[in-house]
């Protein structure tokens, strides 16, 4: 038998007074691929730095022991860790805009860390780099590589980055949550990529995720951990197929699923759901007085809160001009949940922002029949580091004019209370809340207006699913209590699936395929469409290999690679 790649022993790590990974063992051997699941601080990304010494001199304590590719990481010298981080061993992290230097072109780069590992004059580590650039499937790659990072979309940047990783040959490739920003055809794409590497090369691969669905993917054996601990570990189709342990049985029930088992099909129900928010009765102090008459109405008697006719939005001039939404219609009422989907450059946040107001339609009109307030994909830029949470949630009400600090701070606990924040944390900093808690202030905050419609732009897609879980079960509840309509964006189809009622496909700036959830997911008209949904990952191992080999198809008759 042969050696395993990583050896890990009683591994723990502590920053301070916290526990990060606690008694953590386990082996790889070559050629495997181990995935490491679980929610966010739960200890997988610590874990992973711990196998190239990344942790050093950063004051956190490890103990333990770690053996990577036969070098004792934690009683390797400087020098040692030098050769075994890209040499032996190599890291692909989750964001490659952060992890490439901006000033220098993607092929000089990876050039720098073929000279550093292996040596050898310029000319060849320039066509070390276009070689591997060609190995990941980056078309044109010698014009390529004299590109900046700037110039390449997300998925080609992942892409260049796991070039870079390859360019020394490692028999180790770690990569840390490498598909979280992509598109569902763009990770599918690194998937398959990191699949093929797996196959040819004999590469081991240790791939630290939340979505479990890309560990079902990706990956041979698949380790669940919790608070800095494994809870199961088992080959993948038996830990996600017939989990072991409650822990992982309650993440496994918060995945999004496109077709959840026993679920009633959403086909029919929006006019109900709108029904129902429209004729609650239940007092609520977040409620506008008189709401019950608010709206304009269709001819079917039903409330429309927004309703956008021919909307175009162009940015640029000449020939620089870029169409981002061309010709979209669409109307939203009480009390239902449009979500609207795509890929990257859709045009999906741009008529998300057009509907709020935030950015002026080149052509075109949008009718409102109330306030609308937005929700946004990153809740850490959209709120001010230097103002306490409870001020930033106050905003709107200032806005309308309220003066009163009292008044202002009781209005403000209510809405954290609403959102199941403690509305003693009223004078909390944005950086002492988790990434669920800062959605739930930017919910908290939306509420504040009172507003009939809420467009959320991605608001989930950087959290973990069991997190995602809460935060769009609170967004249905205060649907349900307040008539809310809500717009959805997200490139998640599974997560759209579960919130909407009535589904937009966007591609390229145009809505190609608009219906009732059920009927969009369950029989889709639009190729694109399809598209989309072959791409989105399946907790079932056999049903991802049997997808992996449908995508293939198109490729071995020479259609271009995204």
């Known amino acids: 038998m042969t050696e395993p790649l990583v050896e890990v022993a009683d591994l723990g790590i502590s920053f301070g007074d916290v526990r990060a990974v606690d008694g953590l063992s386990f082996t790889l051997r070559p050629g495997a691929a181990l995935g490491v699941v679980g929610e966010s601080g739960s200890g997988k990304s610590a874990s992973a730095y711990a196998l190239l010494g990344l942790h050093r001199g950063t004051g956190a304590r490890v103990t333990g022991s770690v053996r990577v590719a036969g070098v004792d990481v934690l009683a390797a010298s ?33 050039a720098e860390v073929y000279r550093v ?7 060849a580590a320039r066509a070390r780099a276009v070689s591997v650039l060609d190995r990941v499937g980056i078309p044109d790659a010698a014009r390529k590589s004299r590109s900046r990072p700037h110039e390449f979309s997300g998925g080609m940047r992942q ?10 040959e490692p028999r180790l490739l770690i990569a840390d949550e490498p598909t979280t920003a992509l598109d569902v055809t763009v990770q599918a794409q690194i998937l398959d990529l990191l699949h093929d590497l797996r196959r040819e090369t004999g590469l081991g691969l240790l791939l630290v995720t939340h979505d479990v669905g890309v560990a079902a993917e990706s990956v041979d054996e698949v380790m669940v951990m919790r608070r800095g601990r494994e809870v199961e570990r088992g080959p993948v ?17 918060a995945v999004p699923r496109l077709a959840p088992p026993g679920a009633e099909p959403r086909k029919g129900r929006g006019e109900p759901r709108a029904e129902r928010a429209r004729s609650a009765a239940v007092p609520s102090p ?13 001819a079917g008697g039903r409330d429309l809160v927004v309703e956008a006719v021919g909307l175009r939005k162009a940015f640029g001039r000449g020939r620089a001009a870029f169409t981002a939404v061309d010709g979209v219609s669409l109307q939203v009422r009480r009390g239902e949940t449009l979500g609207i989907v795509g890929e990257s450059g859709s045009g999906k946040t741009t008529l998300g922002r057009m509907l709020v107001g935030l950015l002026e339609p080149t052509a075109g009109h949008i009718t409102r029949t109330g306030s609308v307030q937005m929700v946004f994909q990153d809740p850490v830029s959209s709120l001010n580091p230097r103002r306490s949470i409870g001020e930033s949630v106050a905003d709107p009400l200032r806005a309308a004019g309220e003066r009163d600090g009292s008044r202002i701070r009781t209005r403000v606990a209510e809405l954290l209370t609403r959102v199941g924040l403690d509305p003693d944390r009223y004078d909390g900093y944005p950086h002492e809340f988790s990434g669920g808690q800062r959605q739930r202030i930017g919910i908290a905050r939306a509420l504040a207006a009172r507003p009939q419609l809420i467009v959320c732009d ?41 919130v909407s009622d009535r589904v937009a496909v966007m591609h390229r700036g145009r809505i190609v395929e608009e219906g009732e959830a059920g009927v969009v997911y369950g029989a889709p008209r639009d190729p694109y469409t399809r598209q989309l949904l072959a791409a989105v990952p399946s907790l079932d191992p056999a049903e991802a290999a049997a997808r992996r080999a449908a995508r293939r198809a198109p490729l071995r008759e020479g259609a271009p690679v995204a």
């Open 117 to 123: 590992h292996k040596g050898g004059s310029r000319r």
């Open 159 to 168: 892409r260049a980055l796991i070039a870079m990783a390859l360019a020394c």
């Open 237 to 253: 189709g038996t830990v996600l197929t017939s989990p072991g342990e409650p822990y992982t049985k309650t993440l496994l029930s």
């Open 78 to 110: 400087d020098a040692e860790l030098r050769a075994l981080r890209g040499g032996s061993a190599a890291m692909v992290f989750q964001d490659p805009l952060s992890s490439l230097d901006p000033y220098f072109t993607i092929g000089d780069q990876i």
């Open 458 to 498: 991605e608001p989930v897609s950087a959290l973990d699913v069991t997190t995602q879980a809460q935060v769009t079960a609170l967004l249905a509840e205060l649907q349900r209590e307040l008539g809310l309509a809500l717009v959805f964006v997200a490139h998640d189809l599974a997560v759209v699936r579960q």
């Open 286 to 298: 977040l409620r506008a007085s008189g709401r019950g008459g608010a709206g304009g109405t269709s």
